[in-house]
Nanobody, 125 residues
Framework: QLVESGGGLVQPGGSLRLSCAAS????????VGWFRQVPGTGREGISC????????RYADSVRGRFTISRDNTKNTVYLQMNSLKHEDTGLYYC????????????????????WGQGTPVTVSS
């Protein structure tokens, strides 16, 4: 089971750190992706990190502002979001897949097997 947390209301230019915690599975053995969804649209792939931690990937819209990382001792993957913009508003989900898909397919929701319930992020002044 995946549980996201850390969302909330933040002003433009601010920061948030989202967490994706797993129970029952060891995230160390999964590629983990972050997605966001705005009402009326599909899920947009934001970032992913491979099992090895060597490879990460970011959507053009967030590259240079967001950083994905994992803490295996806490069985948690983080998404540090800086310089937030209005268009970063949405419901943020984490997802896992057992294969090293990050570099090739990691921003495609179809490759992921398990999903959390999402945590909302609102960027507004």
């Amino acid at each position: 089971q995946l549980v996201e947390s850390g969302g909330g209301l933040v002003q433009p230019g601010g920061s948030l750190r989202l967490s994706c915690a797993a129970s029952g599975d060891n995230l160390e053995y999964y590629t983990v992706g972050w997605f966001r969804q705005v009402p009326g649209t599909g899920r947009e792939g934001i970032s992913c990190i491979e099992k090895s931690d060597v490879s990460t990937r970011y959507a053009d819209s967030v590259r240079g502002r967001f950083t994905i990382s994992r803490d295996n001792t806490k069985n948690t993957v983080y998404l540090q979001m800086n310089s937030l913009k209005h268009e970063d508003t949405g419901l943020y989900y984490c997802a896992t897949v057992h294969y090293d898909y990050c570099l090739d397919y990691g921003l495609r929701e179809a490759v992921y097997d398990d999903w959390g319930q999402g945590t909302p992020v609102t960027v507004s002044s």
